[in-house]
T-cell receptor, first 114, second 115 residues
Framework: GAGVSQSPSNKVTEKGKDVELRCDPISGHTALYWYRQSLGQGLEFLIYFQGNSAPDKSGLPSDRFSAERTGGSVSTLTIQRTQQEDSAVYLC????????????FGPGTRLTVT | AQSVTQLDSQVPVFEEAPVELRCNYSSSVSVYLFWYVQYPNQGLQLLLKYLSGSTLVESINGFEAEFNKSQTSFHLRKPSVHISDTAEYFCAVLLSTGGSYIPTFGRGTSLIVHP
């Protein structure tokens, strides 16, 4: 079966522009996570969706960041007025119901803000 | 809140040597523990996990980790590494109670295996 997919794989944008990053989770997975991975900084949690519940946005670094999940499936992370410090790899992960707690990660989107 | 410390940012070893990647966590409640691996230019994938039961867990490619509750550690070990084990390794902790399903990740350890 298909894994988690993300698009685009690479995105170069100018400072001040808005960007949208897309995540397609594994079909049937109810939980979806967004992380930011910077060199030497590990994974920084951004936002968590679980079913129809209100998302946990506690990791979003500023109000320039937002995310939505449509129909309990595809998710879009939007960064408005990008800054150079937003440059990083943005990872999406999904997990299913049950008690395995394992996360399945996508390949990531490498964002470069010039 | 829980935290995860991976004590070594980089571990260089020679092929066929043993290796230990250290992971310590802090939490006032019981936890689930994970090791994820990220091979060059690939996404993260689960290597092994501890949820309950035996404190020694193994992966299919020869890695093992032991949950030590008294030392709050979950170190990853392999008795003989291969070149193909070169990757970034992340330790993660998830609270087993409280309803949170957001794991906390360590900063990662880069394992570099030399021929």
């Amino acid at each position: 079966g298909a894994g988690v997919s993300q698009s685009p794989s690479n995105k170069v944008t100018e400072k001040g522009k808005d960007v949208e990053l897309r995540c397609d989770p594994i079909s049937g997975h109810t939980a979806l996570y967004w992380y930011r991975q910077s060199l030497g900084q590990g994974l920084e949690f951004l936002i968590y969706f679980q079913g129809n519940s209100a998302p946990d946005k506690s990791g979003l670094p500023s109000d320039r960041f937002s995310a939505e999940r449509t129909g309990g499936s595809v998710s879009t992370l939007t960064i408005q007025r990008t800054q150079q410090e937003d440059s990083a790899v943005y990872l999406c992960a999904s997990s299913g119901a049950g008690r395995s707690y394992e996360q399945y990660f996508g390949p990531g989107t490498r964002l470069t803000v010039t | 809140a829980q935290s995860v410390t991976q004590l070594d940012s980089q571990v260089p070893v020679f092929e066929e040597a043993p290796v230990e990647l250290r992971c310590n966590y802090s939490s006032s409640v019981s936890v689930y523990l994970f090791w994820y691996v990220q091979y060059p230019n690939q996404g993260l994938q689960l290597l092994l996990k501890y949820l309950s039961g035996s404190t020694l867990v193994e992966s299919i490619n020869g890695f093992e980790a032991e949950f030590n509750k008294s030392q709050t550690s979950f170190h990853l070990r392999k008795p003989s590494v291969h070149i193909s084990d070169t990757a970034e390794y992340f330790c993660a902790v998830l609270l087993s109670t409280g309803g949170s399903y957001i794991p906390t990740f360590g900063r990662g350890t880069s394992l570099i295996v030399h021929p």
